[in-house]
Structure formats: structure tokens, C-alpha cells
């Protein structure tokens, strides 16, 4: 995002898809301490893709965390293998939380490095989203994401241990 357009709106897959590859890529180049992701399940975000998972290694600092938020991981998994190995790799950065008994819409699909740029999907069968570096907006994202984070439990563990 450029400093004259803080605030851009965005009515297709492809420029959600960019706004979050280009979010992505900023947290690696411009850094944050924090970042939260948060999504139903992930099913249609590019987590997967090479330069994504090299964006998330480039960021990654053991001072630094990622929460990630689902109601459930099981399309993480199938869809998106890189970033499940990146998160064993770094769990000790990575935190995923799952709201299983949530209603529809009640998890906010959205990208947020506070102080870099927060990407949110508001209506997914017509992608309308938005893309921001305003503060005021980061503030706002943060606020949603507590409200539903307070209701969530740990989930997705970066490695199982069987007996």
C-alpha cells in the first residue's frame, strides 16, 4: 500500500488473494512484532504457496508471534502442507486457537500486522474486502479479534506424540 491510498477497497478473489501475498510480503520486509490471521478455515487463502511461507520464515523471530484462528484446521492441512511444516518448524512462534462452536460469520476472515496493513474479507461470496494501513482500522480489526479470541481454546498442535 502506498502512503496516498491508506484505504482501498477490493471486489474479486484475485485482488484478495494479492492483498494478502502483498500483506504478507510487507511483515517480512517492513516487520511487526505481532500478526493474526483468522478465518473459518483457510480453504481459499494462498498459506501455502512458496513465496507466503518465505514471507512467514523471513518474519519469524523468537521475540515475535503469529495467532492463527479457525474454527477448525482440517482444510489447513489438506490445502496448505508448506505452511503446516512451517508451522512445526516454528511453533514456538506460531499460536493456534480454534473456536469450534462458532455460528456463521462469527470468526472474521482477515490478515492483521498492526502498524503495517490489516486485509479483511467481509462478504466472501462476492469478495468484498478491504485493504488498510490506517491505524484506526487496525484498532477496529483488534478489537473484533479479542472479542472472539477470548472465546477460543488452543488448537492444532504443531506435532501429536502417540504411545
Known amino acids: 500500500m502506498?502512503?496516498?491510498?491508506?484505504?482501498?477497497?477490493?471486489?474479486?478473489?484475485g485482488e484478495f488473494h494479492d492483498a494478502l501475498r502483498a500483506a504478507f510480503a510487507q511483515v517480512a520486509s517492513l516487520g511487526c512484532r505481532e500478526i493474526w490471521l483468522s478465518d473459518n478455515d483457510f480453504s481459499d487463502w494462498p498459506l501455502g504457496e512458496i513465496a507466503v511461507v518465505e514471507h512467514l520464515t523471513q518474519w519469524a523471530m523468537s521475540h515475535r508471534k503469529l495467532t492463527v484462528l479457525a474454527q477448525h484446521y482440517d482444510d489447513v492441512v489438506r490445502r496448505h502442507p508448506r505452511w503446516v511444516a512451517f508451522r512445526r518448524q516454528?511453533?514456538?512462534?506460531?499460536?493456534?486457537?480454534?473456536?469450534?462452536?462458532?455460528?456463521?460469520?462469527?470468526?472474521?476472515?482477515?490478515?492483521?500486522?498492526?502498524?503495517?496493513?490489516?486485509?479483511?474479507?467481509?462478504?466472501?461470496?462476492?469478495?468484498?474486502?478491504?485493504?488498510?494501513?490506517?491505524?484506526?482500522?487496525?484498532?477496529?480489526?483488534?478489537?473484533?479479534?479479542?472479542?472472539?479470541?477470548?472465546?477460543?481454546?488452543?488448537?492444532?498442535?504443531?506435532?501429536?506424540?502417540?504411545?
Request: aromatic residues 6%.
Open 90 to 163: 516454528w511453533s514456538h512462534v506460531v499460536e493456534c486457537r480454534s473456536l469450534e462452536e462458532a455460528e456463521p460469520g462469527a470468526i472474521p476472515s482477515m490478515f492483521l500486522a498492526p502498524g503495517v496493513v490489516t486485509v479483511r474479507l467481509f462478504d466472501a461470496e462476492n469478495y468484498r474486502a478491504s485493504v488498510s494501513s490506517e491505524l484506526a482500522d487496525a484498532v477496529r480489526a483488534k478489537e473484533t479479534l479479542d472479542a472472539v479470541l477470548q472465546r477460543s481454546s488452543e488448537a492444532f498442535p504443531a506435532s501429536t506424540l502417540g504411545l
Open 2 to 13: 502506498s502512503a496516498d491510498t491508506p484505504h482501498r477497497m477490493l471486489s474479486s478473489r
